[in-house]
């Protein structure tokens, strides 16, 4: 006998804008939709980065105990790691890299042009860190796109409407790019246990009843007594569509210790992340020449 599934209406915990951070030495602009300050409350992601670059970008440098998601809002990714990846990605595709135990990567402007990412991290569990690293490319023509009268949503990883995203992942993520046409509703259903984020890439969107504008984060807690819940998100009498980037994930409900570009459970383990990379143990920085222009 098949059980029924109970699915609840969820709330949006708080909402929160975009602090910007301005030119560095990598970047042309830089801003954090979030940060990784207080982990407890955006467990499993740790940080949204909003990265403009020209040049230099950002040059090999390790990773460890996470996985990144990159998505290209605008201009040309040229990427490259030391397990023997290298390319381009252009605008909508996205980048799902594994750090595991250990990887060494670049991620420059092809042709020191322009590269506009916004860059999600998404811890791992302790079993799970030191995993083998995996690179995957999922390019926007290879993604589900599900049309809807209201509503096109564009697939990265986890299930909606019967469909799969592409994205492998070491721990439950579902992500999407949702466009929701003007004075249009779009009920959004996802796991109960998941925490959720909707971050509003353009226009403005009315979540669960909160008005949330482009540069705003709205977030969602996890729903522990239903395996499914359903959002509202509503459009005003705009011109134009309004696009929101939404993830979501189980709480991880482990300590966090962030040591650059290293996350580990402990500051032992960080220092151990290191020590390994000066020894070696990620692999040798590549000496990989910049693609060639075609």
Same mark, same amino acid.
């Given at each position: 006998?098949?059980?029924?599934?109970?699915?609840?209406?969820?709330?949006?915990?708080?909402?929160?804008?975009?602090?910007?951070?301005?030119?560095?030495?990598?970047?042309?602009?830089?801003?954090?939709?979030?940060?990784?300050?207080?982990?407890?409350?955006?467990?499993?992601?740790?940080?949204?980065?909003?990265?403009?670059?020209?040049?230099?970008?950002?040059?090999?440098?390790?990773?460890?105990?996470?996985?990144?998601?990159?998505?290209?809002?605008?201009?040309?990714?040229?990427? !490259?790691?030391?397990?023997?990846?290298?390319? %381009?990605? =252009? *605008? @909508?595709?996205?980048? /799902?890299?594994?750090?595991?135990?250990?990887?060494?990567?670049?991620?420059?402007?092809?042709?020191?042009?322009?590269?506009?990412?916004?860059?999600?991290?998404?811890?791992?569990?302790?079993?799970?860190?030191?995993?083998?690293?995996?690179?995957?490319?999922?390019?926007?023509?290879?993604?589900?796109?599900?049309?809807?009268?209201?509503?096109?949503?564009?697939?990265?990883?986890?299930?909606?409407?019967?469909?799969?995203?592409?994205?492998?992942?070491?721990?439950?993520?579902?992500?999407?790019?949702?466009?929701?046409?003007?004075?249009?509703?779009?009920?959004?259903?996802?796991?109960?246990?998941?925490?959720?984020?909707?971050?509003?890439?353009? !226009?403005?969107?009315?979540?669960?009843?909160? %008005?949330? =504008? *482009? @540069?705003?984060?709205? /977030?969602?807690?996890?729903?522990?007594?239903?395996?499914?819940?359903?959002?509202?998100?509503?459009?005003?009498?705009?011109?134009?569509?309004?696009?929101?980037?939404?993830?979501?994930?189980?709480?991880?409900?482990?300590?966090?210790?962030?040591?650059?570009?290293?996350?580990?459970?402990?500051?032992?383990?960080?220092?151990?992340?290191?020590?390994?990379?000066?020894?070696?143990?990620?692999?040798?920085?590549?000496?990989?020449?910049?693609?060639?222009?075609?």
């Amino acid at each position: 006998m098949q059980t029924q599934q109970h699915t609840a209406h969820r709330t949006v915990a708080r909402v929160q804008g975009k602090v910007h951070l301005g030119p560095d030495s990598q970047v042309d602009d830089k801003s954090l939709w979030f940060t990784p300050q207080s982990p407890e409350l955006t467990d499993p992601f740790l940080v949204l980065a909003d990265d403009l670059f020209s040049a230099p970008g950002f040059e090999w440098h390790p990773h460890r105990g996470l996985e990144t998601v990159t998505l290209v809002l605008d201009g040309v990714l040229e990427h !490259g790691d030391n397990i023997g990846h290298a390319g %381009t990605l =252009a *605008a @909508g595709d996205v980048q /799902w890299m594994t750090a595991g135990r250990g990887i060494i990567h670049r991620e420059l402007a092809f042709r020191n042009e322009r590269a506009h990412v916004l860059q999600l991290w998404v811890n791992l569990p302790a079993e799970k860190k030191l995993v083998d690293s995996r690179y995957q490319d999922l390019l926007a023509t290879d993604r589900p796109l599900i049309e809807h009268e209201n509503a096109r949503i564009d697939l990265i990883s986890g299930t909606a409407a019967g469909l799969r995203g592409p994205a492998l992942t070491h721990w439950p993520v579902s992500g999407s790019v949702i466009t929701i046409e003007p004075g249009r509703t779009v009920e959004h259903v996802l796991p109960g246990p998941d925490r959720a984020f909707f971050s509003v890439l353009s !226009g403005a969107v009315t979540i669960a009843g909160r %008005t949330v =504008a *482009a @540069g705003q984060t709205a /977030w969602s807690d996890p729903v522990s007594d239903a395996d499914l819940s359903a959002i509202e998100l509503r459009t005003g009498d705009a011109d134009t569509p309004s696009v929101v980037m939404t993830f979501s994930g189980p709480p991880i409900r482990q300590p966090v210790a962030l040591g650059g570009s290293m996350v580990m459970n402990s500051h032992a383990e960080i220092e151990q992340a290191y020590r390994d990379f000066l020894a070696g143990k990620f692999g040798a920085v590549p000496r990989q020449a910049r693609l060639q222009y075609r």
